[in-house]
């Protein structure tokens, strides 16, 4: 991923992301919804539940607190979007989850399940 601009690099790091997902048993809803509010980089149904997941893309080779990783006002407007999602595709009773991939440059990838929930919301 060296040397590709930002754009790129978020790119091949959702198209990563997605791959590792589907490996492990997700189906994948959408990519990139975008809702006024904000946007949802991968829309994703593993077993009965409505996964949402951010994906990041890490410079290093350490990933760093998982927690830090997507500010309280990004988490925010992420849950927004979700229920703009969910309104828009009539998946009012889905059971739904917030989870976190990074990506790193060498490609490994680290899975949060659960990474945050409406209500939890705290700065880090």
């Not at 951010?54 to 979700?82: C, M």
């Not at 490994?108 to 700065?123: E, I, K, L, N, Q």
Request: proline residues 3%; glycine residues 8%; positive net charge.
């Amino acid at each position: 991923m060296y040397g590709e601009s930002t754009r790129a690099k978020g790119a091949r790091g959702e198209e990563i992301a997605s791959a590792h997902l589907e490996r492990e048993g997700f189906r994948i809803l959408e990519k990139n919804f975008h809702a006024r509010i904000g946007e949802i980089d991968i829309v994703a149904i593993e077993e009965n539940t409505l996964v949402f997941v951010e994906v990041k893309h890490a410079t290093g080779t350490s990933f760093g607190d998982p927690l830090e990783w997507i500010p309280v006002r990004k988490q925010e407007r992420i849950i927004k979007a979700s229920r703009f999602f969910v309104k828009k595709h009539g998946l009012h009773h889905a059971q739904m989850r917030f989870d976190v991939v990074a990506v790193g440059p060498d490609r490994r990838v680290v899975h949060v399940r659960d990474a945050f929930r409406p209500g939890d919301m705290f700065s880090v």
